[in-house]
Structure formats: structure tokens, C-alpha cells
């Protein structure tokens, strides 16, 4: 940050999380005494998908990324996502060092970021981010990442701290009202459907930019050197 003076609308953040056809039901009200209450879920277990969210510090964000658990993938998959939203098949269903380095083509072509113009990509230290190959690929677009430390993405990560838990919360009511209107079980299909339509990012975006912010990114003084006593 000292370096480069990033502005707000060049500092992003991007993290990945889960969504199964087999959705969380949300709260239920019922009369006192009522002995049969409940919601309808798609299955016992669901079909899991990764999606990856990014967005900078004024709250703007880029088309996301579907990870499929599939072998192959094919553009059909996401036909009912969001404009702009490019898609990957993988068995595991998680982002592997390869599917990031299609992220950060991806990255690229929305933040346009290069050497005139440097970014600053705030991410985890997951394996598949810090690959050679996609290090050099920052490098060459003038991207500086900056990850967060192990096991401390809960306090730190801004996506998991004011999005992901909205985002889950909206997917889960709309899954519900598509499950009441729809009496089949829901596909990877309907959920990028249902994901398209679920209006959240008017929501949280105040709240990520507020953890963006260049005020709100500093670094930690360096520790002064312990005075060692003299017997």
C-alpha cells in the first residue's frame, strides 16, 4: 500500500465458498401447540458447487466463477447464471491450481489491472493461489496479492465476515419459495437460477468496503527487540 497508494476501487477481495441443492430451511412460525411443522429440502444431501466471489473496497464486484464436481464442463451449465459468469468442471467440485489461474484471466479482463495500472488482491493461502504459475500470471498483469494467515480467514477474510452469510441466508429463502413452486427436487441448474435472483449485493456492500477500506488496511507495526537483562 505504501508502494503503489491503492485507491479503494484497486484493492479487491476474492474467496470461495459452498452451495448445495439441498438448502439450510429457513425459521418457521407456528402457532402454540402445533405438533406438525416443517419445510420441504430438495434431498438428504445435495449436489455441492464452489463459487467464487470477488469485489473491491467501494463495492463493485466481478461476474462470478462456478465450480461444477464434474469431469467435463459445458457452457450450458451456467445458461441461467449471472451475466458475465464463467464456469469449470473439477471432481472434488473445489477450485484447483489450474481453475485459478482461469480466475485470474477472468480477474484480469473485469478489474483490468497491468502495470500502468497495479491492483492489490486480497486472498487466503490455500495451495491452489500460490502456484508458481499463477504467480507469475500476477506478476506479468501487475497484480500484488496479499494473503491472509492460516487458520484466521474468520476474522480477517472480508467475504467471510460480511457476505458469505448474507449470500447463504437469501439463497436459503429463495431456495425454500422455488420449493414450494416447483415440487421436484432442485439441480445445479435451478440453483444458478435461484442464485441470479437472489438480490444481495446492495446489502453487504457497504459493510465489505468498510473492511477494504485503505484506512482499515494497515500493516502490523514490527515488534521492538526484547531487552535482554544483564546479571
Same mark, same amino acid.
Given at each position: 500500500?505504501?508502494?503503489? =497508494? #491503492?485507491?479503494?476501487?484497486?484493492?479487491?477481495?476474492? %474467496?470461495? !465458498?459452498?452451495? !448445495?441443492?439441498?438448502? =439450510?430451511?429457513? =425459521?418457521?412460525?407456528?402457532? @402454540?401447540?402445533? @405438533?406438525?411443522?416443517?419445510?420441504?429440502?430438495?434431498? +438428504?444431501?445435495?449436489?455441492?458447487?464452489?463459487?467464487?466471489?470477488?469485489? %473491491?473496497?467501494?463495492?463493485?464486484?466481478?461476474p462470478p466463477l462456478f465450480v461444477f464436481p464434474w469431469v467435463k464442463f459445458h457452457d450450458y451449465m451456467i445458461k441461467e447464471g449471472p451475466p458475465g459468469c464463467v464456469g469449470f468442471a473439477n471432481p472434488s467440485g473445489?477450485?484447483?491450481? %489450474?481453475? #485459478?489461474?482461469?480466475?485470474?484471466?477472468?480477474?484480469?479482463?473485469?478489474?483490468?489491472?497491468?502495470? +500502468?495500472?497495479?491492483?492489490?488482491?486480497?486472498?487466503?493461502s490455500h495451495k491452489s493461489h500460490i502456484s508458481v504459475r499463477a504467480l507469475d500470471l500476477a506478476i506479468q498483469h501487475?497484480? !500484488?496479492?496479499?494473503? #491472509?494467515?492460516?487458520?484466521? !480467514?474468520?476474522?480477517?477474510?472480508?467475504?467471510? $465476515?460480511?457476505?458469505?452469510?448474507?449470500?447463504? $441466508? #437469501?439463497?436459503?429463502?429463495?431456495?425454500?419459495?422455488?420449493?414450494?413452486?416447483?415440487?421436484r427436487p432442485m439441480t445445479i441448474y435451478e440453483m444458478l437460477l435461484v442464485h441470479h435472483e437472489t438480490s444481495f449485493s446492495n446489502k453487504v456492500s457497504p459493510s465489505i468496503a468498510s473492511l477494504l477500506s485503505p484506512e482499515v488496511l494497515k500493516p502490523y507495526p514490527k515488534a521492538s527487540a526484547r531487552k535482554r537483562s544483564v546479571k
Open positions: 500500500r505504501n508502494q503503489y =497508494k #491503492f485507491d479503494p476501487y484497486c484493492i479487491y477481495n476474492v %474467496d470461495d !465458498t459452498g452451495l !448445495t441443492t439441498a438448502q =439450510k430451511p429457513v =425459521k418457521v412460525l407456528a402457532g @402454540k401447540g402445533s @405438533k406438525q411443522v416443517g419445510r420441504i429440502t430438495s434431498a +438428504e444431501r445435495g449436489t455441492l458447487i464452489t463459487l467464487c466471489c470477488t469485489s %473491491d473496497a467501494i463495492g463493485n464486484s466481478i473445489w477450485v484447483s491450481s %489450474d481453475i #485459478f489461474i482461469e480466475w485470474i484471466k477472468h480477474f484480469v479482463r473485469y478489474s483490468n489491472s497491468s502495470h +500502468e495500472s497495479p491492483v492489490l488482491l486480497l486472498l487466503d501487475g497484480i !500484488t496479492m496479499l494473503s #491472509f494467515p492460516t487458520h484466521c !480467514t474468520h476474522k480477517l477474510q472480508p467475504m467471510d $465476515r460480511t457476505v458469505f452469510g448474507p449470500l447463504k $441466508r #437469501f439463497y436459503n429463502a429463495a431456495c425454500d419459495n422455488w420449493m414450494v413452486t416447483n415440487p
